[in-house]
């Protein structure tokens, strides 16, 4: 892009509001290899989005706006169309013009696909890995170590399972991953308040843990004030500059849209910080405009 279409991005995103879609996610297929526990959209439909639907999607929104994109699933390193594989994906979404492509994988398959960012899911070591994934954690593990060259992080989705192995976890990802940081989400009940769900208490609980483990210089992604907001409750969503296409339909922020109940719960870390940046305060989250 040249600078003058930076500066009317900028310009849209940061005074003007527009709530055009910025972000695209696009859920390229639903077929996943595991049954985590605090899953329920894979395996539903078990087939792939076709690559002439993902071309279409991709410059209709990139006309409507959008710049930035994110492939997800089910796994979307299980997606396939003929001969089109994930890196075909990739390559032509950056040959549309969007910016930044970044893929949220399991981490079960190598990680050979080269978006901008590769998000790997691991929530929990050993036996908390097990019980939520259903798998030992040694595969994923693995393939990190050999994708080391590439630019990646890590998501760890907070629940009553692993809330009590935060610590234990940075400290884990801090020796052996030097290189890598942990964003946290929260676990977000999208088929009504289930086990996993942390209590207003707990989840405060966790966040003051996840803060103490930043300030001590442990690889916590989350801003200080966008764990704060999350702890608060205290901002808008649905936000309508992001949306998720699937092959059922297009919603504004995520496949959840219209239930409030999922939205008070809501556990997508990065929507905060994407809300906070809106709101120019550039300070709390400029270690993570640094990282990526």
């Not at 894979?42 to 710049?67: C, D, F, V």
């Not at 990739?90 to 949220?104: M, N, P, Q, S, T």
């Not at 929260?186 to 966040?207: R, W």
């Not at 999922?262 to 300070?283: P, Q, T, W």
């Amino acid at each position: 892009m040249r600078p003058v279409e930076y500066f009317k991005l900028a310009n849209d995103f940061f005074l003007l509001k527009k709530d055009r879609p910025y972000i695209l996610g696009l859920v390229i297929t639903d077929l996943c290899n595991l049954n985590c526990k605090h899953c329920r959209v894979a395996n539903i439909y078990k087939q792939h989005m076709p690559y002439s639907e993902i071309e279409m999607h991709l410059r209709t929104y990139y006309l409507r706006g959008a710049r930035f994109l994110y492939l997800e699933g089910g796994e979307p390193y299980l997606w396939r169309d003929n001969y089109y594989h994930l890196e075909d994906i990739v390559h032509l979404a950056k040959k549309i013009g969007f910016l930044r492509v970044h893929i949220y994988t399991n981490g079960t398959f190598p990680l050979t696909a080269h978006p901008d960012f590769t998000w790997v899911s691991m929530d929990g070591l050993a036996e908390t890995y097990r019980t939520i994934r259903g798998i030992p954690i040694e595969r994923v593990l693995s393939n990190i170590f050999k994708a080391d060259h590439q630019r990646h992080g890590l998501i760890y989705t907070v629940n009553t399972i692993n809330s009590g192995e935060i610590r234990k976890f940075l400290n884990f990802v801090h020796f052996e991953f030097p290189r890598l940081k942990v964003m946290f989400f929260f676990h977000t009940p999208y088929y009504g308040v289930d086990s996993l769900l942390l209590s207003q208490n707990e989840k405060n609980e966790a966040i003051r843990m996840i803060i103490d483990c930043k300030e001590e210089g442990l690889p916590v992604l989350n801003s200080k004030a966008g764990l704060q907001t999350i702890a608060s409750g205290l901002y808008n969503r649905p936000m309508k500059i992001s949306w998720v296409v699937d092959q059922t339909g297009e919603y504004p922020c995520c496949r959840a849209y219209g239930h409030p109940e999922v939205c008070k719960h809501c556990g997508y870390s990065s929507g905060v910080e994407i809300a906070l940046l809106r709101s120019i305060r550039l300070n709390p989250i400029k270690e993570m405009v640094e990282w990526f």
